[in-house]
């Protein structure tokens, strides 16, 4: 059965530093994906970053980048010169490409709350 | 592009009443999904539609949740009889297209207290 594992409740980083979010997963499947979501206070679930199982570089979005270790099962999520408005709620996903032909429904881990303190 | 329209916005109730939340997903997407997200947790799959056809339920408790998809677009999340348990953040998501890789995009979510 896939699982997502995020180990921090609670992260805070100063202005403009780097932070990194933790997220290991389980999966049996070698076709998978994952994502990164951003949940501000007002509850609106924001994507942020996807990583395939196959891809050979990590992804990046703007400030946001994935670090993939495969070998590991993990893909934290880099956020580079944190801002005030990235404290939210972070939380790492996966779906995995099913045996079955379909795909595997999207499931979260519990979140990491992040606060950026100026 | 709009995006996917959740209402109510919020919702309180009395246990053992009923309550329903409507979504619209974004224009052309066929897959849409109600997510359960307890304070404190992360968002947990209730349902997903593939059109109007229902592709995963599996976590949704049938004898008191149902939900449906008619004619592929709007879809309506209901709760009968309401336990105080399921006082949570009720999300509705979309996609367009069903890869491995497709985000999926949420409304604001519906907020439901049940005392």
């Known amino acids: 059965a896939q699982k997502i594992t995020q180990t921090q409740p609670g992260m805070f980083v100063q202005e403009k530093e780097a932070v990194t979010l933790d997220c290991t997963y389980d999966t049996s499947d070698p076709s998978y994906g994952l994502f990164w979501y951003k949940q501000p206070s007002s509850g609106e679930m924001i994507f942020l970053i996807y990583?395939?199982?196959?891809?050979?570089q990590n992804a990046t979005e703007g400030r946001y980048s994935l670090n993939f270790q495969k070998a590991r099962k993990s893909a934290n999520l880099v956020i580079s010169a944190s801002q005030l408005g990235d404290s939210a709620m972070y939380f790492c996903a996966m779906r995995e490409g099913g045996f079955s032909g379909g795909y595997n429904k999207l499931i979260f881990g519990a979140g990491t709350r992040l606060a950026v303190h100026p | 592009e709009a995006g996917v329209a959740q209402s109510p916005r919020y919702k309180i109730i009395e246990k053992r009443q009923s309550v329903a939340f409507w979504c619209n997903p974004i224009s052309g997407h066929a897959t849409l999904y109600w997510y359960q997200q307890i304070l404190g947790q992360g968002p947990k799959l209730l349902i997903q539609f593939q059109n109007n056809g229902v592709v995963d339920d599996s976590q949704l408790p049938k004898d008191r949740f149902s939900a449906e998809r008619l004619k592929g677009v709007d879809s309506t999340l209901k709760i009968q009889p309401a336990k105080l348990e399921d006082s949570a953040v009720y999300l509705c998501?979309?996609?367009?297209?069903?890869?491995?890789?497709?985000?999926?995009?949420f409304g604001n979510g519906t907020r439901l207290t049940v005392t």
């Open positions: 998501a979309s996609s367009d297209i069903e890869g491995l890789d497709s985000p999926l995009h």
């Open positions: 990583q395939g199982s196959y891809d050979q």
